[in-house]
C-alpha cells in the first residue's frame, strides 16, 4: 500500500516526493492559504513505527468512555428527563437533538482548525480532550436539574460542545499517530466498541432511571475516567515550536473549503462518503413507519419488533466492522472493502425494500447491518490514508469530512418524503422506491471510493 506524501512544508531542507494523484502544476497548497511552515525541532511524530498494544486499546476504551457518557442520554436519559418536564410533548426532544447536531456542524471544523494550532506543552489535542470532558460533565448536570425544556436544550447542546470535542480529538489522535498498516485494525476495534457502549449506558440508565441525577452523571463519569486513562498514560509532543502564521476570521472561513484538485483522493473519499451517509439516512429514517406498513401494525406495536432487530444488528454491524477492519490492514486493500459494504448494504435495503414478512425484513436489515460496519470501519482507516497536510491541518481536514456525513444526515430525511409520494396509493407510503435508492446510493459511494488512487 502506498503512503500518501504530505507536503506540508512550503520550503522543506530535503527533497519532497511528488503527492500521488495530484496535478504537479498546481500549486503546493491552497491558494487561498497562507503558507505554513514548522520548526526544525518539530512537534511532528513519526508515524512509520508501530504503536503498541497499550497505545490501541486505551484508544478502544477511551472512544468507548465518550460514547457510554454521550450516547446514554440520546438514547435513554433525555426522553427520560423531556417526559418528567413537559409530559406529552416528544416533538420537543427533536427541537434539542436537533439543535445539537446544529451546532457541531457549525463549530466542529473550527474546533479542529484551532486544535491544529494549539502550542502548549502536553501537545495539540490533549488540551481539548480535557476541556471536553470538563464541559460534558457540566452539561450532564445541567440535563439532570434543568426544570425546562429550554434549559435542558442547552445542556443538551453543551454536551454535544463537550463531549464532541473529546471523541474529535481522539479521533484525530489516530491520524497524528497510526502508520498504515494498523488502521483498519483500530478503526474495526473503536467500531465496535462505540456499539456496544450504547447497550451498557442504558443498562446504567435502567438502574438510575429513578434519579435525574445519577441517570445522567454515572455515564458521564465513567466515560470521564476512561477517557483520563488516554489522557494520561498516551504522550504527545510538546506543541509550543510549532511556528505557524496568524489565524484572523477570514483566514479560519477559507479554511473550511478546499481545492479538489489539490487533494483528488481525499476529495473522492469525502465524496463516497456522502453517498454512502445519504443512503444509510434514507434507510434508517422511517425505519418504524416502514416496519408498521409492512407489518400491517401500529407505530407503538412495532417497538419491540425493532428493538430485536437491533440487537442483531449491533453483532452483524460488529462482525463487518471487525472482520473487515482486521482483513483491510491484513492483505493491505481498502477499497475493495468499501465497495463491497456499498454493495452488501444494497443488497440488505433491497431485501427489505420487496419483503412483506418479518422474516425477510430481519434479514434484510442484517445484511445491511454488515455492510454498515465494514464501511464505517474501513473507510475510516482509508480517510486516515489520504488525509491531506496530515502534519498541521490533521483537525481541519477531520472536521471536513464531518460535512459529509452531517449533510447527508440532514438533507435525506427532507428529500424522502419527495419519493414515498410517488406512486403512493391508499395512504400507503412508496418505501419500496425510497429503500432501492438508499441501495443505489451506497453503491455510488463505494464506487466512487475506487477511484482513490493512492490507496489499493
Known amino acids: 500500500m502506498q503512503r500518501r506524501i504530505n507536503p506540508s512544508n512550503p520550503k522543506p531542507t530535503v527533497p519532497v516526493p511528488p503527492v500521488p494523484g495530484a496535478d504537479p502544476t498546481l500549486p503546493l497548497r491552497d491558494e487561498a492559504e497562507s ?7 518539530t512537534v511532528l511524530e513519526d508515524v512509520s513505527g508501530r504503536v503498541s498494544a497499550k497505545w490501541i486499546w486505551l484508544m478502544v476504551v477511551a472512544q468507548f468512555g465518550v460514547f457510554v ?35 457541531v456542524v457549525l463549530t466542529g471544523p473550527f474546533l479542529g482548525i484551532l486544535s491544529d494550532r494549539t502550542r502548549t506543552r502536553i501537545g495539540r489535542r490533549r488540551p481539548f480532550m480535557i476541556a471536553g470532558m470538563f464541559v460534558g460533565m457540566v452539561a450532564l448536570f445541567v440535563m439532570a436539574t434543568a426544570p425546562t425544556t429550554l434549559l435542558l436544550g442547552v445542556g443538551w447542546v453543551l454536551a454535544q460542545a ?69 489522557v494520561i498514560f498516551v504522550h504527545e509532543p510538546d506543541s509550543r515550536r510549532m511556528k505557524l502564521p496568524a489565524l484572523n476570521v477570514g483566514a479560519a472561513l477559507r479554511k473550511l473549503v478546499f481545492n479538489p484538485r489539490r487533494y483528488p483522493d481525499y476529495s473522492w473519499n469525502w465524496l463516497g462518503r456522502f453517498f ?35 440487537l442483531g444488528g449491533i453483532l452483524t454491524t460488529t462482525l463487518g466492522a471487525l472482520g473487515g477492519g482486521f482483513l483491510s490492514d491484513k492483505i493491505r486493500r481498502r477499497r475493495p472493502f468499501v465497495f463491497a459494504s456499498g454493495i452488501l448494504f444494497a443488497i440488505g435495503a433491497v431485501i427489505m425494500a420487496f419483503s412483506t414478512s418479518l422474516p425477510l425484513l430481519i434479514a ?6 454488515i455492510g454498515i460496519g465494514m464501511f464505517s470501519a474501513v473507510d475510516q482507516a482509508l480517510l486516515l490514508d489520504v488525509l491531506p497536510e496530515r502534519d498541521t491541518d490533521a483537525g481541519r481536514f477531520m ?51 475506487m477511484r482513490i488512487r493512492s490507496v489499493r
Open 35 to 41: 503558507p505554513v511552515t514548522v520548526s526544525t525541532a
Open 69 to 103: 457518557a454521550f450516547i446514554t442520554p440520546l438514547a435513554i436519559s433525555l426522553s427520560i428527563r423531556l417526559q418528567a418536564i413537559a409530559p406529552g410533548h416528544a416533538e420537543y426532544l427533536g427541537y434539542i437533538t436537533g439543535a445539537g447536531a446544529a451546532w
Open 162 to 230: 463537550g463531549w464532541g470535542s473529546v471523541l474529535a480529538g481522539l479521533q484525530v489522535r489516530t491520524a497524528d499517530r497510526l502508520p498504515e498498516e494498523q488502521r483498519g485494525k483500530v478503526a474495526g476495534l473503536t467500531g465496535f466498541a462505540t456499539q456496544i457502549a450504547p447497550v451498557l449506558g442504558v443498562s446504567v440508565a435502567g438502574v438510575f432511571a429513578g434519579d435525574a441525577l445519577l441517570l445522567f452523571v454515572v455515564p458521564g463519569i465513567v466515560g470521564a475516567i476512561l477517557v483520563l486513562l488516554f
Open 276 to 310: 454512502f451517509y445519504f443512503g444509510l439516512s434514507l434507510n434508517t429514517t422511517f425505519t418504524s413507519f416502514f416496519f408498521a406498513q409492512r407489518l400491517d401494525v401500529t407505530v407503538t406495536a412495532v417497538a419491540g419488533i425493532i428493538a430485536t432487530v437491533s
Open 364 to 369: 434484510g436489515s442484517l445484511v445491511s447491518s
Open 399 to 449: 472536521g471536513i469530512t464531518g460535512f459529509a456525513t452531517s449533510i447527508p444526515q440532514a438533507v435525506a430525511p427532507l428529500v424522502a418524503p419527495i419519493f414515498l409520494a410517488i406512486g403512493a396509493t391508499s395512504g400507503d407510503k412508496n418505501y419500496t422506491l425510497v429503500y432501492v435508492l438508499a441501495g443505489l446510493c451506497t453503491i455510488a459511494g463505494g464506487a466512487v471510493a
